[in-house]
């Protein structure tokens, strides 16, 4: 008797235990009102805004380092940066190029709550070319690209996730690194003397000597040739292999916001960029959403590295999909 109710008070206790358990998770809840409880609220991200940031860049001329036009562009990014209440570090130093040139270059490092633990990180380069080597016009080999695209565009990005940030903060902290140096690579006239070397000094430069001594990140993501009408990201390799997980999230993302046109779900070639340095010398888990044109022989648009890319190649449709879906993802953070 006494065995057959001791049986009988746990059977009883397990049954509680399990319906309890069931109407715990029935009860408090819908699942439309689950739904709309998981869901954050997102800033809407004005692209208008950002192209407003890229053309402002572009009207300095060409970010050539050692210019006047880099200088004042250096000057605006960051000024504006601080406008939108960054800790903004303007981190110079001179570096060497491939073809033996010494140049001032200035990488400018936007903090928002730089005292939180908690970061993601988000880069763009903002020089531009000094040759437009891909040009069909050789007399244009040796002279600048206004890289609207190919620049001017994610910084404008993310100068307006930085404003939408400082109006109202994500859970994690936010670090904007606008690299400077990354596309002084060897010029097509000159890769029979030099190979192919000289891309990404200013994120080489960063990654060995960060802003903060041991500064590190959960991950980050690079933005590059984010702005051309029509552009798809394909899922960049190396960004696969190191940051599997990132690719998989911001990919989501935009499908979640119904942009899944741009971030096109098939797997892109390895490119050399700056999220290379970001893993290599931070071990800090980076992707590139860079726009990629397996028709096109460079695999970047007919228009890289030519004068053709000029503010012509700005779409406010693309900075929009960029743009939202990287807030998508820095504003579900926890
Ligand atoms: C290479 O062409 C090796 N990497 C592409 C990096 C780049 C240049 N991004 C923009 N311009
Ligand atoms: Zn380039």
Known sequence: MIFLSKNLRKILFMAGIFTFGISCRQHPQTAAQNESAARVAVPEFNADSAYHYTAAQVAFGPRVPNTAAHRACGTYLATELRRFGAEVTEQETTLRTYDRQSIQAKNIIASFRPEQKNRVLLCAHWDSRPFADRDSNPANHRTAIDGANDGAGACGVLLEIARQVGLRQPAVGIDLLLFDAEDWGTAEF??????????????????????????????????????????????????????????????????????????????????????VSVIRYRNIPCIDIIQYDPDSSAGFGKYWHTRDDNMSLVSTETLKATGQTVMYVIYNEK
């Open 190 to 275: 000159d890769r029979k003397n030099y190979g192919s070397t000289g891309w990404c000094l200013g994120s080489e430069y960063w990654a060995r000597n960060p802003h903060r001594p041991g500064y590190t990140a959960r991950y980050g993501i690079l933005l590059d040739m984010v702005s051309a009408p029509n552009a798809q990201f394909y899922k960049e390799s190396i960004s696969v292999q190191y940051a599997g997980n990132i690719v998989k999230k911001v990919w989501e993302a935009a499908q979640v916001l119904g942009y899944d046109a741009f971030f096109v779900n098939k797997p892109g070639a390895a490119i050399e960029d700056d999220h």
